[in-house]
């Protein structure tokens, strides 16, 4: 393997064990403040322009009751790091307590400025709300809600951001016949503008993921055909239209596909991620687009069952890419980089591999330091752990 260094943002009062290989320990900082210790449900990370990290979370919050009956209740929080130190992006940003929480997006502007998805639950109905941090503070949102309990919603989207306000890929179900129509949305006014179709609503498109490039331009993937025979659509924005980038994606042709993720490099090309079925495993693969045609970033990213990828780009363009690896009944954190020739492989690196890790998130900063973030089962709860790499 490569040497690298390692230097670690673990949250953790206690010291970790160095990576297998010879990697330096480095010391321990304080662990944004998750309140009681109560256990972390999901968790995003991003990396603007300046280097600056932002971390949000859905953590456990105590039990509550409705009429119809007990749930357990979630807040949303979030933080940046600057200045060798988590500081709270204010605080709670539910925009109801106690209520269920689920399903966090983050991401940031060109500026910098975070935007925040999450599904929220109001009287027995999800709906997804959002917030911005804007001039010091969380924006009040909460008429831009959108409803996803309706016979419409097809619960599926994506969601970048531009000039701290939200960007959306939607999806609906049609109110006649079957499938599934994806829109683009934005906020203008008092309402929520949406583009014409971007799919044929009879091949079902789902999972979609979004991207902006420097004029605010869109780019989206998102799988097409039933679960069993999709591939990857990619289309650029260009006016009113969008245009489809190349033949759709996968290895071995309409077959199970899941999880598509989307980024732009620095000439403003697409790179695609996708999990796909490879002799009955879940499989990492990525392509970029060359401005003529896919070009397959190497073979399988991954080498056991895959789940839960996330991806980023370093400051020359090349992906960074972690997941999640089944061994039995743990999940162990993976991560992997591509060098431009081949793929460079850290192995395990959550902290114990001998325990449960979930949820990987990856950012890159500007000094090209990857930051990983996930979440483990310490003594049977889920905690938050942050690790930087120095490549």
């Known amino acids: 393997m490569p040497k690298f260094s390692v230097r670690f943002l673990l949250l953790t009062p206690l010291l970790s064990a160095a990576l297998a290989g010879g990697a ?9 403040t998750v309140q009681g210790g109560a256990p972390v449900r999901d968790l995003q990370l991003a990396a603007d322009a300046q280097g600056h990290l932002i971390l949000a979370a859905i953590t456990d919050n105590g039990s509550a009751r409705t009429g ?8 949303v929080r979030a933080w940046r790091w600057a200045d060798g130190r988590w500081t709270p992006l204010g605080d709670v940003l539910n925009y109801d307590q106690p209520r269920p929480a689920a399903r966090l997006n983050l991401t940031l502007d060109a500026a910098g400025t975070p935007v925040l998805t999450w599904n929220e639950n109001y009287g027995d109905n999800d709906v997804v709300v959002f917030r911005a941090w804007q001039n010091g503070t969380w924006t009040n949102w909460p008429d831009r809600y959108l409803g996803i309990s309706s016979p419409q919603a097809a619960k ?8 701290g306000e939200p960007v959306l890929i939607w999806g609906e179900n049609v109110r006649q016949g079957v499938g599934t129509l994806l829109t683009a949305r934005r906020w203008q006014g008092k309402e929520w503008l949406r583009s014409a179709p971007l799919n044929e609503a009879a091949r079902f498109g789902r999972q979609p993921a979004l991207a902006l490039n420097r004029q605010g331009n869109a780019t989206a993937a998102w799988l097409e055909g039933d679960v069993y025979t999709s591939q990857v659509v990619v289309k650029r924005q260009s006016g009113d239209r969008w245009l489809r980038l190349g033949r759709p994606l996968s290895r071995y042709g309409p077959t199970y596909v899941t999880s598509p993720l989307l980024a732009l490099d620095p000439r403003g090309r ?14 990492l693969f990525t392509s970029r687009w060359t401005g003529e045609q896919w070009e397959a970033l190497g073979g399988t990213v991954s080498t056991g069952f895959a789940s839960a990828p996330s991806f980023a780009l370093t400051r020359d363009g090349q992906p960074v890419v972690a997941w999640v690896e089944e061994r ?3 999940g162990r954190i993976q991560l992997a980089r591509w060098t431009g020739r081949a793929w460079q492989q850290f192995g395990t690196v959550n902290r114990d591999a001998a ?6 998130t990856v950012a890159v900063e500007a000094a090209g330091t990857v930051v990983l973030a996930w979440r483990e089962d310490v003594g049977g709860v889920y905690r938050l752990q942050v690790r930087r790499f120095r490549l």
């Open 68 to 75: 119809r009956g007990t749930f357990t209740a979630r807040t």
């Open 270 to 283: 697409p790179v695609v991620a996708w999990l796909e079925d490879a002799g009955g495993r879940d499989t």
């Open 24 to 32: 330096d320990r480095s010391p321990v900082l304080a662990p944004p």
């Open 328 to 330: 039995g009944s743990l």
């Open 156 to 163: 599926t989207r994506a969601v970048a951001a531009w000039q």
């Open 355 to 360: 325990r449960d890790a979930r949820s990987p």
